[in-house]
């Protein structure tokens, strides 16, 4: 269609609809007053007028000031609403505003996890929704985020900005500044900035939750940021020898096989917040990430898992590409699958996306001398579960090799847009 603000959703329409009413009202006002009939009601109400003791022409005159008046009210909210569409966000084109009121009416998708996986899948999925609420954990006890952890007593904010400048429509110098780490030595060397003005806006706000929200309007997030718990939490993993190790960045340090993970304190409950994002989800993402350290966590949240499986999204978990030297050493697709059943219960997903694209072999050989592998395909032991699994090829080798943001989106959708 050449016009495209004569598409369905661009909300345009109705507002012109609602113009032209009040021009109409404010036309036959000047007839009424003018002495020329154009409908019949009109008499009518001049006539109930009259009969009040009210002389024929006043009678006339405020009949039509009425529908002028009205017209003119109609008028004045209907430009006041398109100004809202068309510049409230600094629309450089119709193009653009056209795409953002079509994201608005995206489907409502949540993600749960941690780390890069998750602010990565996070970049492909806004192209295809605005409505994106990502549940992030709030374990991280290492590098910047453990420090002002334990120097100011906040939740870690390091993955939620990650998932925040993601999400992020602003300039890309201010996505650049929130993830600037310090280089210099001192007290700021190896901190973030991002993590410095959310740890700010949390001492002058005295909220962590709050600082996140308005940090999200400094960077025009498309979408949400939740932390899946505002309480403070601690990883501790349980290996298969029954030996216990406390602390995210140090359990895969260990190098032993884990055989489930908790935190402490286990009464530690989601937010009100949260549980309505997963309730309201026709979407949910589990992963990619570090399985027990960013994956796992958020699923031992009280509460949490409970809505998953209460809810009728299509449920969807993607499987990492590669190992995690320390954490999934040697797993396969299916002991993913048996970790998060072990530690989660069933039916916290219905699909599984798993990558079959091989990556470069100069790629392959660098992940493998830092003890990475890609995960296998056991495919004789995932019919057990049965779940859907759907193979793609899902690669981005721009120096790691990842998934690629773009077609995982792509994949998350078709699923959706199946069922």
């Given amino acids: 269609m050449k016009y495209k603000w004569l598409h369905p959703g661009f909300g345009l329409k109705r507002w012109l609809i609602l113009f032209i009413i009040g021009l109409l009202s404010i036309s036959i006002g000047i007839s009424v007053i003018t002495g020329f009939r154009v409908f019949g009601f009109i ?3 001049i006539s109930d007028l009259a009969l009040t003791g009210v002389r024929t022409t006043l009678a ?13 009210l109609v008028v004045v909210l209907t430009i006041r609403g398109i100004f809202k569409i068309v510049f409230k ?25 941690g780390g890069t996986g998750l602010s990565n899948l996070l970049r492909g999925l806004k192209i295809y929704t605005s409505n994106i609420t990502a549940i992030v954990t709030v374990a991280d006890d290492g590098g910047s985020s453990g420090k002002l952890r334990d120097e100011l ?29 310090f280089s210099a030595k001192g007290h700021l060397a190896g901190h973030n ?23 999200s309007r400094v960077l025009a997030v498309k979408g949400k940021v939740l932390p899946a718990t505002n309480e403070d939490v601690h990883l501790g993993a349980v290996y298969t020898d029954k030996t216990i190790k406390m602390g995210e960045s140090v359990i895969p340090e260990e190098g032993k096989r884990i055989e489930r993970v908790f935190l402490k304190p286990a009464s530690c409950r989601a937010t009100s917040e949260v549980l309505e994002a997963i309730a309201g989800a026709e979407i949910i993402v589990i992963g990619p990430g570090s399985l027990y350290t960013s994956v796992i966590p958020n699923l031992m949240v009280r509460g949490i898992a409970e809505a998953i499986r209460e809810s009728s999204a299509a449920k969807i978990y993607i499987c990492n590409v590669m190992t995690q030297p320390g954490e999934t050493t040697a797993y396969s697709v299916s002991d993913h699958i048996e970790a998060i059943i072990r530690n989660a219960g069933e039916g916290i997903f219905d699909y599984v996306i798993i990558n079959k694209e091989e990556g470069s072999e100069d790629l392959a050989r660098r992940y493998e001398e830092e003890g990475a592998f890609p995960v296998l395909v056991d495919k004789k032991k995932l019919k057990k579960y049965n779940l859907e699994i759907i193979a793609a090829n899902l690669l981005n080798e721009e120096g790691y090799i990842r998934h690629d943001p773009e077609e995982l989106a792509r994949v998350i959708f078709s699923i959706a847009k199946g069922r």
Avoid at 60 to 72: D, E, P
Avoid at 162 to 175: F, H, K, S, T
């Fill in 60 to 72: 006339s005159i405020i009949t039509g000031l009425l529908f002028i008046a009205a017209g003119f």
């Fill in 89 to 113: 966000k600094n629309y450089q084109n119709v193009k653009e505003l056209y795409r953002d009121r079509i994201l608005q009416q995206g489907p409502e998708i949540v993600a749960l996890g």
């Fill in 193 to 215: 900035f991002g993590n410095l003005f959310i740890a700010s806006l949390t001492e002058v706000l005295g909220d962590f939750e709050e600082a996140v929200r308005e940090s």
């Fill in 43 to 45: 008499d009518e109400i």
């Fill in 153 to 181: 007593g906040m939740l870690p904010p390091g993955d939620i900005r990650n998932c925040l400048v993601a999400l992020a429509d602003a300039e890309p110098l201010m996505q650049s500044l929130f993830q600037y780490r």
